[in-house]
């Protein structure tokens, strides 16, 4: 469970687009938010998009493996596409904010497969830049994000990795470094006790 978290406009989903293109056992975590769809985005790709009768429907069921109030909307991970990933032996990417990375540090169920990664921008005008050009959102919004960028950023201390996001193609490099290393780890290569049985039997 490869978790991305960054201030607004720090450059994650450009990063996490090229991770998926480049990793073929990579999927992405489809979140759903109440918030309003965005000009562009499609449901059940970007988001499900519920409304908040809904999403707390969702709650109520156990449906979410975590769930956040962020700027206003609720956000939360469905936990059935997850678990199938994962029994299927897929990596699961999922662009969560600081209080979803805690509910899945703290859960017993997910701790051990978790791998966070908090992406900062290499400095503020870089960061209201960013914000800005993407100009989808209401000014109001805007100013609110850049107000709660540097809260978010406090958080850093919290993931196992933290990348100054300046050029995107080393911060893809790097996330992917990140990624093989944690896959390399004894607990998560599924058979290799098997694997090593034989090599011994075949000595
Ligand atoms: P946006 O509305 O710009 O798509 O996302 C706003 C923030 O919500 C981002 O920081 C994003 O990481 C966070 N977010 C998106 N989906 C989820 C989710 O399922 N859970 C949590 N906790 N945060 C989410």
């Known amino acids: 469970m490869l978790v991305l978290s960054s201030p607004s406009g720090a450059g994650k989903t450009t990063i996490s687009r090229a991770l998926l293109e480049r990793d073929d056992n990579l999927t992405m975590s489809v979140s759903a938010t109440t ?10 790709k ?3 998009f519920v409304d908040e009768a809904k999403f707390n429907q969702m709650i109520a069921d156990g449906e979410l493996l975590e769930h956040a109030n962020v ?7 469905p936990r059935k ?29 997910t ?10 921008p290499p400095n503020t005008a870089e960061l209201e830049n ?19 960028a540097a809260d978010e950023m406090s958080h850093y201390r919290e993931y196992g990795y933290v990348i100054v ?20 780890r004894i607990g998560r290569q599924m058979g290799l006790h098997e694997f090593v049985q034989e090599l011994r039997e075949s000595d």
């Open 35 to 44: 918030r309003p769809m965005r000009p562009g985005e499609v449901d059940g």
């Open 46 to 48: 970007d988001y499900y």
């Open 71 to 77: 700027f206003g909307n609720f956000y939360g991970t």
């Open 81 to 109: 596409p997850v678990e199938d990933a994962l029994g299927d032996g897929k990596d699961i990417l999922f662009d969560i904010d600081w209080q979803g990375t805690q509910q899945l540090a703290a859960n017993d169920s």
């Open 111 to 120: 701790r051990d497969d978790l791998v966070s990664v908090f992406i900062l």
């Open 130 to 148: 960013r914000l800005r050009t993407r100009a989808q959102d209401p000014e109001e919004v805007v100013q609110k994000r850049m107000s709660k």
């Open 165 to 184: 996001n300046d050029k995107i193609d080393a911060s893809v490099e790097q996330v992917q470094t990140i990624l093989t290393a944690e896959r390399t």
